[in-house]
């Protein structure tokens, strides 16, 4: 079993920068895939960024490039991830998440991850 603890959201007014982290711990791997997904109300679930031990792959999106930056710190068992330029379009719940494996593609789809932390809240004011 693996439990994956996410902190640093918040409230910040737009423009702003927030930093999330996410721990993980239990059975992890180094082979794992971490990942971060949000949740906007009333909205689905929606890929952000996944960082891919141990060569370090990004997978990334389109609105996430130049604003998002996704790393880890393998030592730790932590993954961050770090947005600038926040806009309140970002507001949602951020969740962590580990998929024991997943490639190409799988690896944006939610249903590819085994794992899930609670959430973290960041709300952008305008």
């Known amino acids: 079993q693996v439990q994956l603890v996410e902190s640093g959201g918040g409230l910040v007014q737009a423009g702003g920068s927030l930093r999330l982290s996410c721990v993980a711990s239990g059975r992890t791997s180094d082979s794992f895939v971490m990942a971060w997904f949000r949740q906007a109300p009333g909205k689905e679930r929606e890929f952000v960024s996944a960082?891919?031990?141990?060569?370090?792959?990004?997978y990334d999106t389109d609105s996430a490039k130049g604003r998002f930056a996704i790393s880890g710190d393998n030592a730790k068992n932590t993954v961050y991830l770090r947005m600038n330029g926040l806009s309140p379009e970002d507001t949602a719940v951020y969740y962590c998440?580990?998929?024991?494996?997943?490639?190409?593609?799988?690896?944006?789809?939610?249903?590819?991850?085994?794992?899930w932390g609670q959430g973290t809240q960041v709300t952008v004011s305008s």
């Open positions: 960082l891919k031990w141990p060569a370090k792959y990004i």
């Open positions: 998440a580990a998929a024991a494996s997943c490639s190409g593609s799988g690896c944006y789809a939610s249903a590819s991850y085994d794992y």
